[in-house]
């Protein structure tokens, strides 16, 4: 597709349950990444990825956040346990290279708002 | 390690005014890439412009311009004649060499609210 896909819009959950987040990268781009934006101004770094495998994960809680890009599929974001602190919007973006690249930037989706309650 | 600041958090001004928002970064890296993004109240994030490290010259696209200063680690962002359609969350952002993860380290954002 022309533009990154993030389902669902809106997520909410009770706390202690599971969380999908869904992202399908603009077709042809080999990154993706995943980013939580709390309080509507912090963006923190989660997780890459390069094709299906990890690039970095630095970001990544370790304990309760997994993601995945399996060839064929959608990325996913999973909290397992989901705390009140998760509730923020799940930003994806993907990029056809590295930066290194002449003009290669992040288009990022339009994002998941998950709400904890 | 990698920063940036925007130190301004909220703007207002009136239709028509210029505004500039300031952003200042900090980095070790010789090669970056600098990055503005808007988020306008929809909440999707629209990219502007991106800027590399060894590239000085500024840049004007109509009534944006950016001006990329090495010597003071600074990349500020002008609008010209604002609009109210330009009211909206704005984000500076900079991206590690290529020995980096590639992720992008944003600042706080500026909110710019642009009142008729």
Same mark, same amino acid.
């Not at chain 2, 970064?25 to 502007?48: C, I």
């Given at each position: 597709g022309e533009e990154v896909a993030q389902t669902p819009k809106h997520l909410v959950r009770g706390e202690g349950q599971k969380a999908k987040l869904y992202c399908a990268p603009i077709k042809g781009h080999s990154y993706v990444f995943w980013y939580q934006q709390v309080l509507k101004n912090e963006f923190k770094f989660l997780i890459s990825f390069q094709n299906e495998n990890? #690039?970095?994960? &630095?970001?990544?809680?370790?304990e309760r956040f997994s993601a995945k890009c399996l060839p064929n599929s959608p990325c996913s974001l999973e909290i397992q346990a989901t705390k009140l602190e998760d509730s923020a919007v799940y930003f994806c973006a993907s990029s056809?290279?590295? #930066?290194?690249? &002449?003009n290669e930037k992040l288009f990022f989706g339009s994002g998941t708002q998950l709400s904890v309650l | 390690a990698q920063k940036v600041t925007q130190a301004q958090t909220e703007i207002s001004v009136v239709e028509k005014e210029d505004v500039t928002l300031d952003c200042v970064y900090e980095t070790r890296d010789t090669t970056y890439y600098l990055f503005w993004y808007k988020q306008p109240p929809s909440g999707e994030l629209v990219f502007l412009i991106r800027r590399n490290s060894f590239d000085e010259q500024n840049e004007i696209s109509g009534r944006y311009s950016w001006n990329f200063q090495k010597s003071t680690s600074s990349f500020n962002f002008t609008i010209t004649?604002?609009?109210?359609?330009?009211s909206a969350v704005y984000f500076c952002a900079l991206s590690p060499s290529?020995?980096?993860?590639?992720?992008l380290v944003f600042g706080q954002g500026t909110r710019l609210t642009i009142n008729p």
């Amino acid at each position: 597709g022309e533009e990154v896909a993030q389902t669902p819009k809106h997520l909410v959950r009770g706390e202690g349950q599971k969380a999908k987040l869904y992202c399908a990268p603009i077709k042809g781009h080999s990154y993706v990444f995943w980013y939580q934006q709390v309080l509507k101004n912090e963006f923190k770094f989660l997780i890459s990825f390069q094709n299906e495998n990890v #690039f970095d994960e &630095t970001g990544m809680p370790k304990e309760r956040f997994s993601a995945k890009c399996l060839p064929n599929s959608p990325c996913s974001l999973e909290i397992q346990a989901t705390k009140l602190e998760d509730s923020a919007v799940y930003f994806c973006a993907s990029s056809q290279r590295m #930066f290194g690249a &002449t003009n290669e930037k992040l288009f990022f989706g339009s994002g998941t708002q998950l709400s904890v309650l | 390690a990698q920063k940036v600041t925007q130190a301004q958090t909220e703007i207002s001004v009136v239709e028509k005014e210029d505004v500039t928002l300031d952003c200042v970064y900090e980095t070790r890296d010789t090669t970056y890439y600098l990055f503005w993004y808007k988020q306008p109240p929809s909440g999707e994030l629209v990219f502007l412009i991106r800027r590399n490290s060894f590239d000085e010259q500024n840049e004007i696209s109509g009534r944006y311009s950016w001006n990329f200063q090495k010597s003071t680690s600074s990349f500020n962002f002008t609008i010209t004649a604002s609009q109210v359609v330009d009211s909206a969350v704005y984000f500076c952002a900079l991206s590690p060499s290529i020995q980096g993860a590639q992720k992008l380290v944003f600042g706080q954002g500026t909110r710019l609210t642009i009142n008729p």
